[in-house]
């Protein structure tokens, strides 16, 4: 009986109540930990804001490292490349647009010629271009005038225009950039429906229509070039599809022999 007055009095059996830890020791030993690993309390690390990890200390205005963050990031540098250009459009300029740490941007995109090529990705959309061109059938007619008017919507298509139009005056200022389109809309894009014609040499097939794209593109919505750049859709569908159907499935001629 004694005994248990006397476990009674030392507090035995009750549940212990956790300690409380005031906020100024908290900050101490957050500091510590975070300095101990190299890395600024203040900002966290790359991974903690891609997996969304709360930040310690308060985070005015920065969103957590969320799918909603990286579309923020790709629409912000979206909009970047499009007023600045590729050379113009800072890491740290698009991370405050999205309103987020540049060190989420390098962990979802790695660096900004990869967010670069995710914005072509994002504005042109290749398995539906592709898809589209295709629909009718890879052997038959028509498959040139289905390319041009998929990429008419593209270039004046309410959503995608100005990202378009900013990708391609990138392309014109930025060696990198110009690289990057080249190599997407000929690979990612015209490759897969210049061999799904089964006609021989596709690469240069893919290439030869590459070329009439970007030069109809940049006459049209860069330069302006009058009347090309005020025909209807029907009539650059009309005069340039039948260029694009002799690319990708017409005979093209042997080189001349000298």
Not at 17 to 27: E, T, Y
Not at 102 to 127: G, Q, R, T
Not at 152 to 157: D, Q
Not at 178 to 187: D, I, N, P, S, V
């Amino acid at each position: 009986m004694n005994s248990c007055r006397s476990r009674s009095r030392n507090g035995a059996g009750r549940p212990r109540r956790p300690r409380r830890v005031s906020p100024a020791r908290l900050d101490v030993e957050v500091s510590t930990v975070a300095t101990a690993e190299g890395t600024d309390p203040a900002e966290g690390t790359a991974e903690e804001a891609a997996e969304g990890v709360p930040w310690t200390r308060k985070r005015t205005g920065r969103r957590p490292g969320t799918t909603l963050s990286r579309v923020a990031i790709l629409q912000a540098a979206q909009s970047r490349f499009a007023a600045h250009g590729y050379a113009g459009a800072s890491i740290r300029a698009i991370a405050q647009d999205a309103g987020v740490d540049a060190a989420l941007v390098h962990h979802f995109f790695v660096s900004k010629e990869k967010l670069f090529a995710a914005s072509i990705h994002d504005a042109l959309n290749p398995e539906s271009v592709v898809e589209a061109v295709l629909a009718g059938g890879s052997r038959v007619g028509g498959t040139g005038q289905r390319l041009m008017r998929a990429f008419i919507e593209l270039w004046e298509g309410e959503r995608t225009s100005r990202q378009m139009r900013g990708i391609l005056r990138s392309a014109v200022s930025h060696e990198a950039a110009a690289r990057m389109m080249r190599e997407f809309l000929t690979q990612e894009v015209l490759m897969p429906i210049a061999a799904a014609t089964g006609r021989t040499q596709p690469e240069v097939r893919a290439s030869l229509a590459a070329s009439q794209l970007i030069g109809l593109a940049m006459a049209r919505y860069v330069l302006g070039v009058q009347p090309l750049a005020s025909l209807s859709h029907d009539e650059l569908v009309a005069y340039v599809g039948p260029t694009f159907q002799r690319y990708l499935t017409g005979t093209l001629p042997s080189p001349a022999q000298g």
